[in-house]
């Protein structure tokens, strides 16, 4: 530490010696903790630091490059940290927190009919959905995730939350066929979608987007309602696909073709398309997806608990499909920690291939960051640490017990980190959780709000 | 609070006016969390207390049952915790977490003979040995461990340490046809192995055991010695089994036979053996296994980062078998915590059956505690919580935002819980971890330790 201090002041002194520029003062200088960019060269500065001004990142390079060139108007010292992009979980339904753990372990329609189903025509208000989305953006600040792209039900007031938490979001407001929470129609649903995307324009951390449900939850004529509103306001598409084998079996019984192959039939695919799961796709589908420039949302968590298979995320990636990853929701996973979202999808790409170098630690990390910001069409923003994106990053504890010794900050982020060790989660230069202490929601208030509503949630699957 | 000091001293008054027996002093009461025993009915209090009196559990009971019955010289609240067996361990080499993430993501012969072989033979020194099991020591405590079988070099030092830290062990002697580090060959080996049992006969927290290495690394002569010398010092044995692929092909091309037909066939298996890994046992193999009560450390975690495939797990316990939880060694895995272990079990399982019913959360309990202790043989002393046992358990925090709401503890433990939210071990009714500070080891010099002889590690491999 005295040697750093010591570093910093020899560079300022230089500079003033040398008749350098006089240094910037900047809003937030991260520094002494190895910076983990996840830039296209793959550095790693250790250490290094960040300079943030505003809602930018201005500077990534060692200590005492950026001590010679910016004063920070606050500074963290991030020694014995990973400062790193912040996580991008590409697939949830964040008030579904508020079901975690109510059923587990059953059969997918036992699970949806008896508990799932019941429960969310019984409990899904405003309100609630209000309140799902503070414990969920809790436990996201607390974990590390910076953006979420979400689908579910009246997705405004999940906007609302989260704009207040200070996290970004891709929110895809749900049409889906039958009568839902906040539609009796798919048509109601396509006007609130409409209503919604107009009330979130230009907004600075959320981008609003169509959510049609699926394939086999949605007639053609409004899948393709659902594009053309999509491709005329410009925003992003969120749709499941090819989750479980009984959804590819139902598509080919009903239309002769697989669920993507029926999807570009009708001429759903277009772009900033993120598809969810893609655990049944043939390789005829990944040629399509790949010439569409669809992006997959990989949830090797939620694939696993439900039984749904294993994505072929190693193929999806030599076809040239962009792979995010993604939590999905908590009533299957149980959790929104995408540090373990991270470790399973190396661990399945490893069984599913039967070879132990599918999906290495350092492809794992892409996956978990700027492929994420690829997939949502937001690579030029976020999803690495470079001058000139947003300040959307963490810092990360390496130093316990189980991070003990450390050879490889990527290992040991993908292998043996969890969403705890996360001590500092910034979005937009804003920060949202210091030294674990979130400051833009207040914990005790969220967490008492979610257990009296989980006693509504019991009353309904009584 | 209030409430439940009312309780208690009603209790305590209502004893003396009722001219009941006087409460008897114990050396420890927790109090006020949801008890979860892992006991044969499957009871959890809600809340609940243990009663524990030196080694011993003498109660186990609603809180103002023990209250009424019991005063502790000292107690602890556990309001807000799941108070629960600790973990058993069936299969690690705990000094390998000094090779922790020093290679990952390799082919499985480039990882053992470009890293961890050379690594081993330029390494494994007694002292090494010493530091890489306290920090193993002090990982599982933090993350609720308290039993561990174990294969590794120079077991009288880890036996030494595993007793200081206060963790109980089942410590199994390598040995292994080709020279290693603490014998050149396998007769040194089972030499050692004899002083080793012989040195830690009869002590309270060591059960020394006989750990032949697996049958492709020693011959049919040193396999029959390591069980004659098991049978006649009346300790288990442990030994890897049907890993990879390759040890079937291996097994099969040299004697005619898959591994655990090949070992029946010679005489090895007998009582208390644990089989480590099972990946490739056939239905003939589980009937040989069941037959012979030979029990089985499924290792969900190293079996999908080194690509060994999936376990059939739920054939095996319908087989018969008794299936208990590892982590294996910190080199491939890459930690020692028992609640992702457990976890793990969980997901591949369903993944490996194609049903979301497999391995449900008791299930996965029951093979993390009570069917661990059937493994090890060890089941009448620890694995639940009953009067009458060793006091091993742990209270674990269940208030966290992704712990929030709580519908069932047993799906929390198992689908939302990680070791860091152990609070405190116990183990023979010792206290080793007290709100998360380790008692029996010196933290940081058991982490700077670890840090120094990391340096060497690196020179071996470089």
Do not use: C
């Not at 060139?69 to 963290?76: A, M, P, Q």
């Not at 039958?178 to 539609?183: N, S, Y």
């Not at 674990?436 to 005790?444: H, M, Q």
Request: charged share 20%.
């Amino acid at each position: 530490m005295l040697l750093r201090a010591y570093a910093f002041v020899l560079a300022a002194v230089g500079a003033l010696v040398l008749g350098q520029a006089p240094r910037q003062t900047v809003s937030l200088i991260l520094t002494g903790g190895a910076v983990v960019t996840m830039d296209s060269a793959g550095r790693v500065l250790s250490p290094g630091a960040v300079a943030i001004e505003g809602r930018d990142i201005v500077g990534v390079d060692t200590p005492e490059a950026i001590a010679a060139r910016y004063s920070g108007r606050e500074s963290i010292d991030t020694t014995g940290q990973v400062v790193m992009p912040g996580l991008i979980n590409t697939h949830t339904h964040a008030p579904m927190v508020l079901y975690r753990g109510l059923a587990d372990d059953l059969a997918l329609m036992d699970w949806l009919q008896k508990y799932i189903f019941p429960a969310e025509a019984k409990t899904v208000t405003p309100e609630f959905v209000r309140a799902g989305t503070r414990l969920a953006a809790l436990e996201m600040i607390e974990s590390g995730t910076t953006t979420y792209a979400d689908m579910y039900y009246f997705e405004e007031e999940i906007a609302a939350v989260t704009r207040e938490a200070g996290l970004r979001g891709v929110l895809g407001q749900t049409i889906i066929q039958f009568p839902a929470p906040d539609a009796k129609t798919p048509a109601e649903g396509l006007a609130r979608t409409e209503r919604f995307i107009k009330q979130f324009a230009a907004d600075d951390l959320i981008v609003p987007a169509v959510a049609p449900h699926s394939m086999y939850t949605l007639d053609t004529k409004t899948l393709k309602a659902a594009r053309a509103l999509a491709d005329r306001e410009h925003v992003p598409v969120l749709i499941h696909l090819s989750e479980t084998s009984d959804e590819l079996k139902t598509s080919k019984t009903t239309h002769k073709a697989t669920p993507a192959g029926y999807l570009e039939s009708i001429g759903f695919w277009g772009p900033r398309t993120i598809a969810a799961h893609g655990v049944w796709l043939t390789p005829a589908d990944m040629a399509i997806l790949s010439r569409r420039h669809v992006a997959v949302s990989h949830n090797p968590e939620s694939n696993m608990k439900l039984a749904s298979g294993a994505a072929k995320v190693t193929a999806m990636r030599t076809a040239g499909i962009v792979v995010g990853l993604g939590t999905d929701g908590a009533a299957s996973n149980n959790d929104l920690d995408m540090f373990e979202a991270t470790r399973q999808a190396a661990f399945l790409a490893k069984l599913q291939t039967g070879d132990p170098r599918a999906v290495p630690a350092r492809a794992a990390l892409q996956m978990a960051t700027i492929d994420g910001a690829r997939a949502l069409g937001m690579d030029r923003a976020i999803g690495s640490l470079e001058t000139g994106k947003r300040a959307d990053l963490i810092t990360v504890s390496m130093t316990s017990a189980r991070q003990t010794p450390m050879y490889d900050p990527l290992s040991h982020l993908v292998y043996v980190t969890r969403g705890d060790d996360v001590r500092t989660t910034i979005v937009n230069g804003r920060i949202l959780m210091r030294d674990r202490k979130v400051l833009t929601l207040d914990e005790s208030q969220v967490l008492s709000e979610a257990r009296a509503l989980a006693e509504k949630v019991k009353a309904a699957v009584r």
